[in-house]
C-alpha cells in the first residue's frame, strides 16, 4: 500500500465523519433532501466567488458556497411556508433553478474554461494525494513553496474539527430542537438559530467535500449511514458513532472494491453504502448473502490451500490474479453445493430470524390476538356493574368466546394483577383500572408507542 491509497483512505474517512455528524440530524430532522439541494445549489456560490477573485484557491469560494446553501434552505422554507407546495416539491424548485443559474453563468462568461463533468459529478479522488497545500511561495521560485501535504485533508480536517466542537457546546440544544422544537422555545433555546446553524455546517461541510469527491459521494456519506444507523438504534449518541462508523467502514471498503474492479472509486463507495443499508434494513436479504458468502468461502479457501502447496510462485501473484486462480478451480458440483448449502441455511435463517422470520411473526399475531382479547375483557368488566355481566360463565355467552379461550385471557389478567375473582365474579383491580384507562387512550390516539408503554408499565406478558 503505496503513500497515494493511505492519503486517499484518510480524506474519505475524513470525510466520512464530517458528512455522518449534521447527516444524522439531518435524517432525525426529515430534511435528508436538502443535502442533494445544498450540493447542487452551491455550484452558483462558488462560480460567484471565482468571478469575484478569479483564483478557484481563494477561501472566498468557500464562504461564498456555503452562502448559496443557506440561501437555498431558506428559499424552500420560504416556498414551503406559503403552504401552496409541500417541502419536496419546494427543494425541487429551488436548486435546479440555481444550479442551473450556475451552468449559464459558466457557460456565458467562461467558455473557454475546460470543466470535466465527471469530476464535478463524482469528484476524482484519485488526483486529491497530488494536489498539495502550498504557503510561503515567492513569484519567480518553483521551490520556495512550503508544502504542507494535501489539500484536501486540511481542508476536510479543519471543518471536522470545528464541527466536532460545535457538536459538543450545543449537543443539548441541538438535540432538544431536533426532537422537540416548542420544548426547545420553551427553554430558551432558538429552534430557528440551531436550524440554521446546522444547515450552515451542512453547507460548509459539503463544499469542504465538493472538490475531493463530489456531490454525489457527499450526499450518501452523509444520509446513508445515518438512515444506516438509525435501524439499529433511536439513542442520538450511540446514533452518531454508528453513522461515523458505517460511513468510514463503507468508504475504506468501497476504495479497496473499486481497486480491486479497477472502477470508479466514488461509484464503489456509494455502492458498498447502498447494499450496507440494504442488508440492515432486510435482514432476510442479509441471512442470503452470509448463506452464500459462507458457502463460496469455505470453497474458496480449500481450493487456495491447494494451490498454495501444489503451485510454485502461487504466493507472488497478485491478489486479482489469485482470485481468478481460485475460481478456476471450482467445477460444477461445487456450485451445486455452495447453492444447497445456501439454500438451507438460508431457510433456517428466515424461519428463526428475529423481527423477520415465521416463528416470530407466528408468535407476534398471537400475542396481538391475546392482546386485544385482553382489552376487550377488561373493557367489558368496566362498562359493566351487574353481577350476572361479570360471571365467568357469562363471558362465554356475551364475548362469545370459547371456554379455553375464557379462561386463558382470565388467567393472564390474574396473572397481572388486573383482576380479582370471588365466587367467579371478576372485578378490577385498581391497577386493572389504570391500565384500562390508559387503554381507552391507546383506542383514541391510535399510537403504536402508546401500547408498547403500556405493556413495559404493567409488565404484560412478563409472568
Known amino acids: 500500500m503505496n503513500s497515494a491509497q493511505i492519503t486517499i483512505q484518510i480524506i474519505v474517512a475524513l470525510v466520512a465523519v464530517a458528512c455522518a455528524i449534521p447527516g444524522t440530524f439531518l435524517v432525525l430532522r426529515k ?19 471565482f468571478f469575484i477573485v478569479g483564483d478557484t484557491a481563494s477561501p472566498l469560494l ?37 444550479f442551473s443559474i450556475g451552468v449559464i453563468l459558466i457557460a456565458k462568461n467562461a467558455n473557454d474554461v475546460h470543466l470535466d463533468i465527471d469530476s464535478v459529478m463524482v469528484g476524482d479522488l484519485s488526483l486529491a494525494p497530488f494536489d498539495p497545500l502550498l504557503i510561503n511561495c515567492t513569484e519567480g521560485i518553483a521551490d520556495s ?8 485533508i486540511w481542508v476536510i480536517g479543519i471543518i471536522l474539527l470545528i464541527t466536532l466542537v460545535l457538536l459538543f457546546m450545543f ?72 453513522a461515523c462508523f458505517f460511513g468510514v467502514f463503507s468508504a ?26 440494504l442488508l440492515v434494513y432486510e435482514p432476510i436479504i442479509t441471512s442470503i448473502v452470509v448463506s452464500l458468502a459462507t458457502g ?36 460444477f458440483s461445487d456450485y451445486i453445493i455452495i447453492i444447497g448449502a445456501g439454500a438451507v441455511m438460508t431457510a433456517l435463517l428466515i424461519y428463526i430470524l428475529p423481527k423477520r422470520g415465521v416463528i416470530y411473526g407466528y408468535y407476534k399475531v398471537r400475542q396481538q390476538k391475546t392482546e386485544i382479547m385482553l382489552l376487550v375483557f377488561l373493557l367489558h368488566i368496566r362498562n359493566h356493574t351487574e353481577e350476572s355481566e361479570r360471571h365467568v360463565k357469562h363471558l362465554n355467552e356475551h364475548i362469545n368466546w370459547q371456554r379455553l379461550r375464557s379462561k ?56
Request: charged residues 15%.
Open 31 to 49: 430534511m435528508s433532501l436538502i443535502s442533494d439541494a445544498i450540493s447542487h445549489s452551491i455550484l452558483l456560490g462558488i462560480v460567484i466567488g
Open 62 to 98: 468557500i464562504v461564498l458556497a456555503a452562502l448559496a446553501g443557506i440561501v437555498t434552505v431558506f428559499l424552500v422554507e420560504f416556498i414551503q411556508k406559503t403552504g401552496l407546495v409541500k417541502e419536496d416539491t419546494a427543494i425541487g424548485l429551488v436548486f435546479p433553478a440555481l
Open 145 to 152: 513553496c512550503i508544502n504542507l501535504g494535501p489539500k484536501a
Open 171 to 242: 449537543f443539548k440544544e441541538l438535540k432538544v430542537s431536533t426532537f422537540d422544537p416548542g420544548l426547545a422555545a420553551a427553554l430558551g433555546f432558538s429552534p430557528i438559530i440551531m436550524h440554521y446553524g446546522l444547515m450552515t455546517v451542512s453547507s460548509v461541510t459539503i463544499v469542504g467535500a465538493f472538490d475531493a469527491v463530489g456531490p454525489i459521494l457527499v450526499v450518501a456519506l452523509m444520509i446513508a449511514p445515518a438512515a444506516t444507523a438509525y435501524l439499529f438504534t433511536k439513542d442520538l449518541k450511540k446514533m452518531l458513532v454508528l
Open 252 to 277: 475504506i471498503s468501497g476504495y479497496w472494491l473499486a481497486h480491486l474492479l479497477d472502477a470508479s472509486i466514488s461509484g464503489s463507495m456509494t455502492t458498498v453504502l447502498a447494499i450496507l443499508f
Open 296 to 331: 463460496i468461502g469455505v470453497t474458496f479457501h480449500q481450493y487456495y490451500q491447494t494451490l498454495v502447496l501444489n503451485e510454485p510462485g502461487f504466493t507472488q501473484f497478485a491478489l486479482s490474479d489469485k482470485i481468478k486462480m481460485v475460481f478456476e478451480q471450482f467445477i
Open 408 to 463: 386463558s385471557i382470565v388467567e393472564l389478567a390474574l396473572k397481572n394483577n388486573m383482576i380479582t375473582v370471588e365466587e367467579h365474579i371478576i372485578s378490577l383491580t385498581e391497577k386493572g383500572e389504570e391500565f384500562t384507562e390508559k387503554a381507552i387512550d391507546y383506542i383514541i390516539t391510535n399510537k403504536d408507542t402508546e401500547i408498547e408503554e403500556m405493556k413495559d408499565d404493567f409488565f404484560l406478558f412478563r409472568g
